[in-house]
């Protein structure tokens, strides 16, 4: 049963198109995040959500628009996809914000731009 | 400065052996450190988290945190070849609404 799920695992799509990934966690936790692991195996954060509110926006391209339809949700849609765009995406959940130290994260979604 | 630097590797020792992993801050602010493991093309996992300065022990697994060096070590003893994984370390502030990742150190464990 699993903790923290993504869909689709793998993406492969042309520049320009719009796409979106889908984050559930199952674990009954307040917190959702977004983060972009690029080539270099760097682990930025993106967003976090709190009981579906936006709490960190870390100046990410206004092409990238999260939503959380409910606590257990945080989905991902990207428009007019770029080459750099490429990366693998994973989402991560805390019981709380005062709990971010402990971050339960996806299996990831590897994207790929051409 | 980078925040957070972390030594890529890759690391590569002997089965039995102890390994040393370790990074540097730049911020006094942070006082959540935390180690997390990634396998090939899984999400990473968290090890252990310390709170401030100080030692912390979990099985073959120790995390020391030196804040006035601004240093923190993960120590694996007994290395077994399923320890083979990026290391990522990790820290925050109080707050802890946002997480600073070093890049991570591969470690391959020879069997």
């Known amino acids: 049963d699993t903790a923290v799920s993504q869909t689709p695992k793998y993406l492969v799509t042309q520049m320009g198109n719009d796409k979106s990934i889908k984050c559930e966690q199952n674990?009954?936790?307040?917190?959702m995040y977004w983060y972009k692991q690029d080539s270099k195996k760097f682990l930025k954060i993106m967003f976090s959500?709190?009981?579906?509110?936006?709490?960190i926006n870390e100046t990410v391209p206004n092409r990238f628009s999260p939503k959380s339809p409910d606590k257990a949700h945080l989905n991902l849609h990207i428009n007019s996809l770029e080459l750099g765009d490429s990366a693998v995406y994973f989402c991560a959940s805390s019981q709380g914000l005062s709990q971010g130290y402990e971050q339960y994260f996806g299996p990831g979604t590897r994207l790929t731009v051409t | 400065q980078k925040e957070v630097e972390q030594d890529p590797g890759p690391l590569s020792v002997p089965e039995g052996a102890i390994v040393s992993l370790n990074c540097t801050y730049s911020?006094?602010?942070?006082?959540?450190f935390m180690w997390y493991r990634q396998y090939s093309r899984k999400g990473p996992e968290l090890l252990m988290y310390?709170?401030?300065?100080g030692n912390k022990e979990d099985g073959r697994f120790t995390a020391q945190v030196d804040k006035s060096s601004k240093y923190i070590s993960l120590f694996i003893r007994d290395s077994q070849p399923s320890d083979s994984a990026t290391y990522l370390c990790a820290m925050s502030d109080l707050a802890v609404d946002k997480i600073i990742f070093g890049k991570g150190t591969r470690l391959h464990i020879l069997p």
């Open positions: 959500y709190n009981n579906k509110e936006l709490i």
């Open positions: 674990l009954g936790h307040d917190t």
């Open positions: 310390t709170y401030s300065s």
């Open positions: 911020n006094s602010a942070f006082q959540y």
